[in-house]
């Protein structure tokens, strides 16, 4: 069993930053690739960004590349999203994820959340 928790989400004007955090408990975290996801209200779930489980590899949305930017601390066994040039579309529940893979799987593959974190960008 895993325990993923959100932080560091928050109002903020577009064109700013924020940078989330996702502490894990339970299954050795640093062994596997980790995500993040968001979901907008009355939207489906997307995947956001992948990290493989070193760290060596990651991937993006397309709606994110160039702004968002994935990392690890298997020390401390936490994960970061660094968001840059907030958008208003970039608005919703953002959550982490973990898998059991050591590279990225396929966003159906990940198979434990968190609670989420509420990110809000305003125009």
């Known amino acids: 069993q895993v325990q993923l928790v959100e932080s560091g989400g928050g109002l903020v004007q577009a064109g700013g930053s924020l940078r989330l955090s996702c502490a894990g408990s339970?299954?050795?975290?640093?062994?596997?690739?980790m995500g993040w996801f968001r979901q907008a209200p009355g939207k489906e779930r997307e995947f956001v960004a992948g990290i493989s489980w070193a760290g060596g590899d990651t991937n993006y949305a397309e709606s994110v590349k160039g702004r968002f930017f994935i990392s690890r601390d298997n020390a401390k066994n936490i994960l970061y999203l660094q968001m840059n040039s907030l958008k208003p579309e970039d608005t919703a529940v953002y959550y982490c994820?973990?898998?059991?893979?050591?590279?990225?799987?396929?966003?159906?593959?990940?198979?434990?959340w968190g609670q989420g974190t509420q990110v809000t960008v305003s125009s």
């Open positions: 339970g299954r050795p975290l640093t062994r596997y690739a």
């Open positions: 994820a973990s898998s059991v893979s050591f590279l990225i799987p396929p966003p159906s593959d990940f198979d434990s």
